[in-house]
């Protein structure tokens, strides 16, 4: 029987076992044993196909200065860690070239019209389907001024397969009574959707990996070694997997120090996420609304199946760099500010958002070795684009013809 390896345990890790294990494969999956450290963990849970439009745009480089966290804005730039996030940011700017955006746009937008889809049929194979909830999200203001911008912008933007509209009456007066009545405006996206509880899809998801035979591992992998043209993974120890017919690595910001030997250095950089989370009483969980989006704040508030999780803030770091408590003490005020039911004790989270300068995944086949095959740098959509990266790579594997053109992802065009 074919054989796989796939390293990294996150969302993406286990839709691409899964699908692998479905192929024909006898995969291993290896996981450090913490899934909470990945970033589409801990993030809002929101499957966002709506965002069509790369990160890397010359509207977003425009509007930086003003959303720095130095001026009460989302983004950080740690002044150390500007060796880490100057040359990413170079390269972030060529990225945002009119062109450039505009085929990566094109290249986004084709993977996430395949999301949705994808995620019911991952959900329908491993049993997990009480898990997806199909029930769109809003994006609220606060203010009249910045309603009229965000309703003008929402309305007339690009948002692929999903549909956008104002929200109606009755839905501006429950968001209302739920956040202190704060939004003065909102509105709603259909056909996007959330996972009810992250924590228990992944589970089952390797659940069903594990009963059709796959295998799962708690392991720390050092790096990839190539020998008679075939890779092969190194653990911690300096012990050597054994051989496999196929190696993945999907193992988030984590990826790009594991190829290094093999893809010379890939412009990854860990942009880091920050979250609260509270255990709600069970009748709030069960009259929970979708997620919501207050873009005053650049905060979304997330009902999950028994949490409230409050998330924001985009900090360009070091993936080992100590996390900044100002970003917590900001999502607490938040909170507060929403009348959010959160306990004192609310949990602390910290991850990172593997992501490249284009705003792009990583999806593709190593020059280096036949049997190496890679999916990571999914930014803020790997839990989005989770399950149709499963199926991208069963077929990449297995010499069918992928859902869409791979050619955009591939690592060569850093090269």
Known sequence: MKTALVIGGGFVGAACAWQLQRAGYRVTLLDRGDATRAASWGNAGHLAIEQVEPLASVANLLSLP?????????????PRDIATWLPFG????????????????????????HALPAWRRLAAQTGTAQHLREDGHFVAWESAVTAQHGKRHWLGADVGEARVRMALPAELAELRAQFRQRPVDAVRFDHTGQILDLAQARGGILKALRATGGTV???QVRGIAIADGRARAQFDD???????????????????????????????????????????????AATGLPPVAFEDRSVIVTRFASTLRIAGFTEFSRLDAPPDARKWRALAQHAAALGLPMASGASQWIGARPTLPDY?????????????VYAFGHQHLGLTL??????????LACGQPPAVDLQPFGLGRFR
């Open 360 to 372: 792009l995944p990583a999806v593709g086949r190593s020059r280096a070795a036949s049997n190496l």
């Open 90 to 113: 170079l390269r972030l700017v060529a990225a945002a070239a009119p062109r450039r955006f505009a085929r990566g746009r094109q290249a986004l937008a084709g993977l996430l019209a």
């Open 66 to 78: 003003r959303r720095l966290f130095a001026w009460g804005g989302p983004v950080g730039l740690p």
């Open 217 to 219: 591992q708690t392991a």
């Open 386 to 395: 989770s399950a149709i990266t499963g199926e991208l790579v069963a077929a």
């Open 238 to 284: 300096g012990t050597m997997a054994a051989d496999a017919g196929l190696v993945l690595v999907c193992a988030g910001a984590g990826s790009a120090a594991l190829l290094r030997a093999t893809e010379g250095a890939v412009p990854l950089i860990a942009e880091r996420g920050y979250h609260l989370e509270s255990a709600l009483a069970p009748d709030a």
